[in-house]
């Protein structure tokens, strides 16, 4: 390594290291109502990222898991950005744009899906791609995107954040041209791994289901969304508990498949909370927990694979995975009105049931992420 490489690499991480401090000042900003010196923060942020990728060229010297740890902690950073904002206008307007909602699920989607892809990458052996024109224009995309709705230009946030999923999709699927082009990685998809990526695939789709009506009242939806929203959630189910069931009968269990799974259950399972803080059926604080919990332990499991080790699944995630999801049919079907009409007393205590099934479920969940902590002692000693 020359020194003039060493500088280099040294001047790219502290000019990301500050890059990450001004996007921690954007959402103090945020939450203070500040959203003019948000902005203004923001279109630092920019011009920073433009140095780092065009004039540093941190990509090309640095190590690989220094560059998967500062992709994830800009993506993390901007899908919290993102997520802010969207919370914050839920807060202040009975009306909030959708699309907003759509594109942090495509944020988080993005993030995990490239951090398990990379990470396997990594443990074959081989060098991460650099980042592509697609890739590079999403991240710039996503920044103004963040400007547009930060000053409120109502004519042009649709149209940015369009603009900025449509760019998540083509950097995504360069990155995949690019990982499977190579024989080594083009092996078939088994049918377990299909059933977990369907739940990837359709949760978007829960979203147009769930509000169907454009009204943030879900009571007001049309009795037969109500009911596709159900059969979506209990299809959920069912592929969660077949595709562990069918990876193992059919000797099909892959490194992919333990990673896929847990992610494919958080992404439908955050943005059906999300939906429910929309209606009222839950609080930002219960949700904001459930997605702490979440991340902190998908963030275990990272600093694991870093290692070599694979986190396995233990009893008490188990449990919370399927209280999440009866927890949410149990909402979900009470909000039909005929089912409430039919139970005895229970349309009565319809107006708390939502939150309090929404606090076991926290609790439950809260629970299982200490549980997986103190598991896993022996991995956090190698970093702390």
């Not at 060493?6 to 991480?13: A, Y």
């Not at 990458?121 to 400007?147: H, Q």
């Not at 209990?234 to 990673?259: H, I, N, P, W």
């Not at 600093?303 to 999801?325: D, H």
């Amino acid at each position: 390594m020359t020194e003039n490489t060493s500088d280099v690499r040294f001047r790219s991480r502290v000019w990301s290291v500050l890059r990450a401090l001004v996007f921690v000042c954007v959402i103090i900003f945020i939450w203070n109502g500040m959203d003019k010196t948000a902005c203004a923060f923001v279109g630092i942020a920019l011009i920073m990222g433009w140095v780092n990728l065009y004039q540093l060229r941190a990509q090309e010297i640095e190590k690989p898991y220094y560059r998967l740890w500062l992709n994830i902690i800009d993506g993390a950073l901007s899908f919290v950005v993102m997520t802010s904002i969207f919370v914050r206008d839920l807060l202040q307007n009975e009306q909030v744009e959708k699309l907003l909602a759509v594109g942090c699920v495509f944020l988080l989607a993005r993030l995990i899906a490239h951090t398990l892809f990379s990470l396997g990458v990594l443990r074959e052996g081989k060098s991460l791609p650099r980042k592509r024109r697609w890739s590079k224009l999403a991240n710039i995309s996503i920044t103004i995107t963040m400007g547009v709705y930060l000053l409120n230009l109502e004519d042009y946030q649709q149209i940015a954040m369009v603009t900025s999923i449509l760019l998540i999709l083509a950097s995504t699927a360069a990155y995949a041209y690019w990982y499977y082009r190579d024989p080594a990685h083009r092996k078939p998809l088994s049918l377990a791994s299909q059933l977990t990526m369907s739940r990837i695939v359709l949760t978007p789709f829960f979203l147009w289901v769930f509000f169907y009506d454009n009204d943030l009242d879900y009571s007001n939806n049309s009795i037969v969304f109500k009911s596709l929203a159900l059969i979506m959630v209990l299809g959920f189910m069912l592929t969660d508990f077949l595709d562990g069931k069918l990876a193992r009968k059919m000797g099909e269990v892959s490194t992919l498949g333990k990673y896929l799974d847990p992610f494919s259950d958080k992404i439908s399972n955050m943005t059906i909370f999300m939906c429910f803080i929309a209606t009222g059926y839950a609080p930002v604080w219960m949700v904001a927990l459930i997605y702490f919990r979440e991340s902190s332990v998908e963030t275990l499991r990272t600093l694991a694979a870093s290692e070599g080790l694979i986190m396995p699944a233990r009893r008490s995630g188990k449990w919370k995975t399927a209280l999440q999801g009866i927890g949410i049919v149990a909402i979900l079907l009470g909000a039909i009105d005929p089912v409430r009409v039919l139970i005895p007393g229970f349309d009565s205590i319809w107006d708390v049931f939502p939150m309090t099934v929404m606090g076991v479920i926290t609790a439950i969940t809260i629970i299982s992420g200490i549980d997986y902590f103190v598991a896993s002692k022996h991995i956090l000693k190698k970093f702390v």
